[in-house]
């Protein structure tokens, strides 16, 4: 119950989380309304920044979500150019999390870091097809224990303005690790070949425990 109430903080959050409280206990002084108020805003911003440990299936031919959030869009697209692989057909799954969600981003599959790229761009709400064009986003190409590829691409939103990925290039990283997070409603995208897709569009996910593919 403890856990529930009170999840396990991302370090990115400590610092919002501290100016949120001093605002509110400035305002307080000032009005109790205005008080309520911020105090209601810095228990949305605790629990945006939520970290709960998640468990992952300990099956390497099973992709898992990268974030939790609502399957937005489910396509066969070509990889992006910024990584040189718009001449590959992939899956592309979009996972767009809202306000409330959590925003922690894991990794689908056992896997070593090959790439990362990031690109700068506009702030277009993340649930829009253009978002993962325009927006700014960082891509991150993975290689899963069997050597084939797969991205993994963070894409701020309307209100996101930071993107914080915590790995490097040749990482090692178990399936489910955390990888980034996305401050404030974004989007994640998934490319993968040769998976069976397992999810529906407008499915929920979780982020480390959803299956989203299995491989053929």
């Not at 396990?8 to 000032?30: D, M, Q």
Request: proline share 3%; glycine share 6%; with cysteine.
């Amino acid at each position: 119950m403890f856990d529930i109430l009170f999840p396990k903080l991302h370090k990115e959050g400590y610092r919002f989380v501290a100016i949120a409280s001093l605002l509110t206990i400035f305002l307080l002084f000032i009005s109790n309304t205005l008080g309520t108020i911020s105090l209601i805003i810095t228990i949305w911003v605790y629990y945006f920044f939520r970290d709960p440990d998640r468990n992952s299936i300990n099956d390497n031919n099973y992709l898992v979500s990268p974030a939790d959030g609502v399957i937005s869009q489910i396509i066969e697209t070509n990889g992006p150019k910024e990584l040189n692989l718009e001449n590959k057909r992939f899956t592309r799954i979009s996972i767009f999390m809202n306000v409330f969600n959590c925003h922690v981003n894991r990794v689908p599959t056992a896997s070593s870091i090959s790439e990362i790229y990031y690109k700068p761009g506009k702030y277009f709400n993340a649930s829009l097809d253009k978002a993962s064009e325009e927006n700014e986003r960082n891509y991150v190409k993975i290689k899963n224990t069997e050597g084939e590829e797969l991205i993994l691409v963070q894409i701020a939103g309307l209100i996101a303005r930071r993107i914080v990925c915590n790995i490097k290039k040749d990482d090692k990283l178990k399936k489910g690790d955390r990888f980034g997070i996305i401050r404030f409603g974004s989007r994640v995208d998934l490319y993968f070949e040769n998976y069976k897709l397992m999810v529906t569009l407008n499915q929920k996910s979780v982020g480390g425990e959803t299956i989203i593919a299995r491989k053929i």
